[in-house]
């Protein structure tokens, strides 16, 4: 199993100061996420509670009025697709419609031939 954490946020807040928490699942990063901004977070964790699924990591940066720097998901354990190219890799990121994951062609960018990603939907197996 890899060292690095499952979840991890790193938020910079309106001063400039960048926050990094982690936490192997989400009740552990859930609860870093509140040890790290004390009382700010309880709107978060009650949110999340109402609504019953997991926050994306830009909803709680903007929740503790912070902007999203980086976003690190481990690899899914589902096996890696393939084409044509090799085993494609699993990137993830966040974007203005929230977080995205997907399956990328191991080939350069910009190679004229290079496969189109593999959207991995929210709740879809190899979501992380």
């Known amino acids: 199993m890899s060292s690095e954490s499952t979840f991890v946020a790193n938020v910079k807040t309106p001063k400039g100061t960048i926050l990094t928490v ?8 859930s609860k870093n996420v509140s040890d ?6 309880e709107s978060v964790i009650g949110a999340l509670e109402e609504v019953m699924s997991p926050m994306s990591i830009s909803e ?7 902007t999203v720097t980086a976003i690190n998901v481990a690899a899914p354990s589902t096996p890696s697709p393939s084409c044509k190219h090799g085993t494609r890799k699993h990137k993830a990121g ?3 419609k929230g977080p995205w994951q997907a399956w990328m062609c191991p080939s350069a960018k910009g190679t004229s031939d290079q496969c189109e990603p593999i959207w991995i939907k929210r709740g879809e197996p190899g979501w992380v």
């Not at 709680?60 to 912070?66: K, L, M, R």
């Open 94 to 96: 966040a974007s203005g």
């Open 60 to 66: 709680i940066a903007s929740a503790v009025g912070g």
């Open 36 to 41: 790290a901004v004390a009382g700010k977070v």
């Open 22 to 29: 982690r936490g192997d699942d989400w009740s552990a990063f």
